[in-house]
């Protein structure tokens, strides 16, 4: 009798241990990366609810798979970054990973994407050269080179032809003073200077009275989503807005997180931008009201957009591999996707497996009381212009 029991625990104990390694097989790990803390929190902010909304509402079960979304903090330092990355391959085998407030991080990150044959989604950070440090590299943000050269073709078409550029100093900083400027002389205008600030606390105050004493027709922007509030109050402080200076931007300056903040003196500031919290589609204002609802009415903005559609490449990947997960065959499901974003249409290029998407030209407006970016032209489909091969 005893042995019996002796025998019957022992089987019990085997299965349960069995069943629950199955079930840790059976979850399929996104480990999501962002900066919580630090000077990008607010993208962490956003993309965190943005990739939780998506799960709300399409379920934690793909292809028979759980779904588990384990989110890290790298406080916007790289170091941080890739320790955390190393740290979720290694320890936590997850299948995918995620996020990437800023271009530092993601390069950093690169190469253990590669080592572990890891899809990377990246849905925050913007420098071209991203998607060739890995060929596990997805980007379902955007690039600089994207938002810049449609700000440099209408400059050129709406009386501007003298321009000062104003850049963080790094990577996609660089390629939005490249693209910009390049575009813009081809088109037979002048950059009379080309500026750059530092990417961490910048003080706007020297650059823009170097700035207002230069008197160009127009000022090129270029600083991370999160910055803008101070950029946009130091320039219309210094009343360069009524000295005759145009601000014009790539969208991350008047980033639907902060607009509302920004107040009166925004109006009329025109962007090159792929996502607008104000984007007329249907698609786009169930988004809008369902975000705000789940997030104390906080406004969506193009961190958030990004991070919900890699939450779609992630899950369509599984489906189509049919819950498989393995990494070589997550991404190349990844390539060439194309599918409905709150932004717009949009696709995967199945070549640089960067996203190719609508860029929009827009202007900020006062609607129902409130600052949106509303959108007045579209460039249909744009590849990244800043790809070298
Ligand atoms: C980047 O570091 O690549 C980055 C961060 C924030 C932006 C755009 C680009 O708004």
Redesign the pocket.
Known sequence: MKTCNILRLAALTSSLIFSAGAIAADSFKIGLILPMTGQ?AS?GRQEEAAARLYMAQHGDTVAGRKIELIVKDDTTVPDMTKRLAQELIVNDKVNVIAGF????S?MATAPLATQSKTPMVVT????SSITEASPYVVRTSFT?AQASVSVANWAGKNKISKVITLVSD???GKDAEKYFSQTFTANGGQIVESLRVPLMNPDFAPFLQKVRDAKPDALFVFV???SGASLMKQFIERGMDKAGIKLIATG?VT?DDQLNGMGDGALGVVTGHHYSAAHPSKMNKDFVKAFEKANNGMRPN??AVAAYDGMHVIYEALKATKGEGDGDALVTAMKGMKFESPRGPISIDPDTRDIVQNIYMRKVEKQHGQLYNIEFDVLKDVKDPGKTK
């Open positions: 990008q993208t407030g800023i271009t530092p993601a925050a950070a913007a420098t600089l790094y990577g996609p991370p989503s999160g991350d980033d193009f961190m």
